[in-house]
């Protein structure tokens, strides 16, 4: 495709991102999609009147993270106010789990969803809350690695400069928490 500095394959978070950082710094971008709609994996299909995500959907929390810091460096600040004029004031359900039995709605407020996983799995809400705690120290260790602090620091080259110890606790982290998650998964939910 001639006219274009840059072809970015797949319009999901990371081709969008792309999209964004490259045209904001006046770049001629092109993004191309196999799908209709933008999305990537976290795109939504309609099946016989139903919505099903394609992928995983729970982009919960877009005010905090990574998130904040990557729309800020495309120039998107002040994301909620963009979104809604007072997203803090809506307890919008994102994702509801149905089983045959039941259903679990699946909220982007923590307080909210440590609620509503007490209510299913009682006797297991001081395990889930654990996970979650591994979950935050994962991303917060991970946070740096790949997001530069400045303009000079090329961001995924650090996890290369990870010492030793550092990357042993950073990934004993990452697989304490799915040993945990499995665990608790492939228990009977009741």
């Not at 090329?154 to 982290?173: M, P, Q, V």
């Amino acid at each position: 495709m001639e006219g274009f500095d840059y072809i970015i394959i797949g319009a999901g978070a990371a081709g969008l991102a792309a999209f964004s950082l490259l045209s904001k710094n006046g770049k001629k971008v092109a993004v191309i999609d196999e799908r209709e709609s933008a999305g990537g994996s976290a795109a939504i299909s309609q099946i016989g009147g139903y919505q099903f995500p394609q992928g995983p959907l729970l982009f919960m929390g877009l005010d905090k993270g990574l998130f904040p810091t990557a729309f800020s460096k495309a120039g998107i600040n002040n994301l909620k106010s963009q979104i809604s004029e007072d997203v803090s004031a809506i307890h919008e359900l994102h994702l509801q789990i149905v089983l045959p039995e039941q259903r679990i709605n699946l909220y982007s407020d923590r307080q909210e969803l440590f609620e509503e996983l007490n209510r299913v799995f009682p006797n297991k809400i001081e395990a889930i809350r654990v996970f979650y705690n591994k979950i935050d120290e994962i991303a917060e260790a991970a946070k740096p690695l790949f997001l530069p602090s400045n303009k000079d620091d090329k961001g995924f080259e650090r996890i290369l400069r990870l010492s030793k110890e550092k990357a042993r606790i950073f990934f004993s982290t990452a697989k304490y928490g799915y040993e945990k998650a499995s665990k608790f998964l492939t228990k009977d939910y009741k």
